[in-house]
C-alpha cells in the first residue's frame, strides 16, 4: 500500500507539474530546515533520507568537513574528523547522531512555508532549464499584455519580455496575437528567469529562413550575411556550397512560396535574396538589386566604393529615403557612393574623384 508521503509527492509533482524527484527533494530539505531547529538537533545539520514506498524518513545530524571552521556545531577540519577515525576530504560530512521523526514536533506552519519556497524555486529551475537551450531560437508564442514600452510574451510556462529596442516601429501589436520570436537572451534573477525576446534581430529572418528552405538548414545553401530594417524592407545575400544548386531559387522556392512564406511570418517585411560573391565588386552589384550597375571602383584603404549607374536607375539605386542603398551597404560592409553614367568624364583615380550629384552611405 502507498504512503500517506507518496500520496502527497505524486500530488504535488501533479498540481505543480514537476517531476516527483524534484518534489522528493524539496520536501527532504523542508524537513532538513524544521529539524534543524528541533533542540535535540543542537544547532547540527540535518539529513535527511525518505523511503516513499513505506513513508519511512531517517533523519542524521551531520557535520560538515571544511578547511577553516566557522560554526563548530556544524563543521569539522579534516584533521579533527581524522582524530575521530574518519577518512574523510573538504566538502564531505561524518553522521553524529540520529533524530527520531516525531511530525508533531516539528513547527508545521515553517516546514509549510519552506516546501512553498522550495516548489516555487523547483518551478523557477525548471523553466530556466527548458529555455536556456532555446537562446538563439525562434519560438511561436502569444501577446499577452501591452505595458507603456514593453510587450509581455506569453511562452506557457513562464512570460518573455520584449522591449521597445526590439519591436518594430512598422509593425502594430496587439493582446492575442500570435507571432513568432527570437530568444535573445535567457538569465536568471531572484523572481525566476527572465527572457528577452525580439522581432528586430536579423537572426530572427536567419532562423525563419532555416525552417522554410531545407537547403539552407542542411549547410547546402548559406546566408552570408543580411541587412534589415525591421518591418520595412531586408537584404539577404546568400551562397550556394553544392554545384548546381542555385542559392537564390532555394530560397525564393516555387512560384515564391517559399520567400512569400517567411514574409507573412514578418507581417509584410520585403524581403531582396541576391547571390553572394567573394569578388566584392561583384557582391555590390548584385547587392544593389532591382537597380543595374554599370562599374564599381573599389578603395580598400577607405573602404568605399564609387557605384556608376545609368541615370535612369539612379533613383532605383539609391530606393525610397535612400533605403535600397543603405541595406547594400550593410549588405556588404561598403561605403557606397552612387553616381550616375553622365556625371562622369573619365576614369579619375577614386581617392581623388569629386562627387557632385552623388549619395554617401
Not at 17 to 39: E, G, M
Not at 87 to 97: A, E, L, R, S
Not at 158 to 182: C, D, I
Amino acid at each position: 500500500m502507498k504512503s500517506d508521503l507518496l500520496l502527497v509527492v505524486t500530488q504535488l509533482a501533479a498540481e505543480r507539474n514537476l517531476p516527483q524527484s524534484s518534489v522528493v527533494s524539496v520536501v527532504k530539505a523542508a524537513l532538513s530546515f524544521a529539524y534543524r531547529k528541533d533542540p535535540a538537533a543542537d544547532g547540527q545539520d540535518v539529513e535527511v533520507d525518505v523511503d516513499l514506498e513505506n513513508g519511512e524518513v531517517t533523519l542524521n545530524t551531520v557535520k560538515h568537513i571544511v578547511d577553516e571552521i566557522e560554526d563548530d556545531k556544524m563543521q569539522l577540519t579534516v584533521k579533527e574528523a581524522n582524530d575521530i577515525g574518519h577518512n574523510v576530504k573538504v566538502g564531505d560530512y561524518i553522521i553524529t547522531g540520529t533524530l527520531e521523526h516525531v511530525p508533531g514536533r516539528i513547527a508545521a506552519q515553517t516546514a509549510k512555508q519552506v516546501v512553498l519556497q522550495k516548489l516555487r524555486e523547483a518551478e523557477r529551475d525548471l523553466v530556466f532549464d527548458e529555455f536556456a537551450d532555446k537562446e538563439g531560437q525562434i519560438l511561436t508564442a502569444t501577446i499577452q499584455r501591452i505595458e507603456s514600452e514593453r510587450i509581455i510574451v506569453d511562452l506557457g510556462k513562464t512570460e518573455a519580455l520584449m522591449p521597445l529596442s526590439e519591436q518594430s516601429e512598422f509593425e502594430r501589436y496587439r493582446p492575442g496575437q500570435q507571432l513568432k520570436f527570437y530568444v535573445l537572451q535567457v538569465g536568471r534573477t531572484i523572481r525566476g528567469p527572465e527572457i528577452i525576446v525580439s522581432r528586430t534581430h536579423p537572426d530572427l529572418l536567419r532562423r525563419l529562413f532555416e525552417v522554410e528552405v531545407p537547403e539552407i538548414f542542411n549547410n547546402v545553401v548559406e546566408i552570408k550575411s543580411i541587412s534589415r530594417e525591421p518591418g520595412s524592407t531586408a537584404k539577404v545575400a546568400v551562397f550556394s556550397n553544392q554545384e548546381g544548386v542555385d542559392a537564390v531559387g532555394a530560397c525564393v522556392g516555387l512560384r515564391g512560396l517559399r520567400i512569400q512564406n517567411v514574409v507573412n511570418e514578418l507581417l509584410g517585411e520585403k524581403i531582396d535574396v541576391v547571390e553572394w560573391n567573394e569578388d566584392d565588386a561583384e557582391f555590390i552589384k548584385k547587392s544593389l538589386s532591382p537597380a543595374e550597375v554599370q562599374k564599381v571602383v573599389l578603395n580598400e584603404i577607405t573602404g568605399s566604393s564609387l557605384v556608376i549607374v545609368p541615370e535612369d536607375q539612379l533613383s532605383l539605386a539609391i530606393g525610397k529615403d535612400g533605403q535600397n542603398v543603405r541595406l547594400a551597404a550593410k549588405l556588404t560592409e561598403w561605403k557606397l557612393d552612387i553616381q550616375h553614367q553622365g556625371s562622369i568624364s573619365s576614369d579619375q583615380d577614386f581617392v581623388e574623384l569629386k562627387l557632385e550629384n552623388s549619395t554617401s552611405v
